[in-house]
């Protein structure tokens, strides 16, 4: 059985920071692509960043420096940090992880809360 769970959120001021953490247990033999998802209220899933297997970051929009997406191996754990919050980064993130069992599949977490007050 394989479980991803986010954690990390909280209600945060603009300017803050938060560093989510998505981690990945059960019966895995190899964690792969780990996408971060983000949700705005009243809004759809969209993609933030995504770290592959090797630790190659990529980023939905690079012209905003705020995110940085970093992984343990060891740990099976992977970052999303977010810098300089604003308003609008508010919504419910989601980790979708790759993982093998050895089969291949994707797991989503159940999301983390993220609050930024004004």
């Known amino acids: 059985q394989v479980r991803v769970e986010e954690s990390g959120g909280g209600l945060v001021q603009a300017g803050g920071s938060l560093k989510l953490s998505c981690k990945a247990s059960?019966?895995?033999?190899?964690?792969?692509?780990v996408d971060w998802h983000r949700q705005r209220p009243g809004g759809q899933r969209e993609l933030v960043a995504r770290?592959?297997?090797?630790?190659?970051?990529t980023y939905a929009d690079y012209e905003d420096e705020r995110f940085a997406i970093s992984r343990d191996y060891a740990n099976n754990t992977v970052f999303l940090e977010i810098f300089n919050l604003k308003p609008e980064d508010t919504g419910v993130y989601y980790c979708?992880?790759?993982?093998?069992?050895?089969?291949?599949?994707?797991?989503w977490g159940q999301g983390t809360q993220v609050t930024v007050s004004s």
């Open positions: 979708r992880a790759t993982i093998f069992t050895p089969m291949q599949d994707d797991y």
């Open positions: 770290i592959s297997r090797t630790g190659k970051p």
């Open positions: 059960g019966n895995i033999i190899k964690l792969g692509a």
